[in-house]
């Protein structure tokens, strides 16, 4: 099992990163999948998620400014990311969960600065 995430980097405030996340070596359309991240010293806290059927649910910190989707043909999940904020600024890491089966990804760095 592999969940590959890229597309982070440095940005200015305002501006857009795109994260993507390939996964392998499981059923990737039977799996919800969704995006956490952690700052330094604080807790890992989910982004966003979207299930098998297509349902997203947002933290209410992105809601508006960050969109979930997937592409089950490409086994790839991405999070588009507008309006970046410096507190934004963390390891973003992709998460595949299906009745008790749970993988995650190594992440990838997001940081907004000016």
């Known amino acids: 099992v592999q969940l590959v995430e890229s597309g982070g980097g440095l940005v200015q405030p305002g501006g857009s990163l795109r994260l993507s996340c390939v996964a392998s070596g499981f059923t990737f359309s039977n799996y919800a999948m969704g995006w956490y991240r952690q700052a330094p010293g604080e807790q890992r806290e989910l982004v966003a998620r979207?299930?098998?059927?297509?349902?997203?649910n947002y933290a209410d910190s992105v809601k508006g400014r960050f969109t979930i989707t997937r592409d089950n043909a490409e086994n790839t999940v991405y999070l588009q990311m507008n309006n970046l904020k410096p507190e934004d600024t963390a390891v973003y890491y992709c998460?595949?969960?299906?009745?008790?089966?749970?993988?995650w990804g190594q992440g990838t760095q997001v940081t907004v600065s000016s």
């Open positions: 979207i299930t098998s059927g297509g349902s997203t």
């Open positions: 998460n595949a969960f299906h009745y008790g089966y749970e993988y």
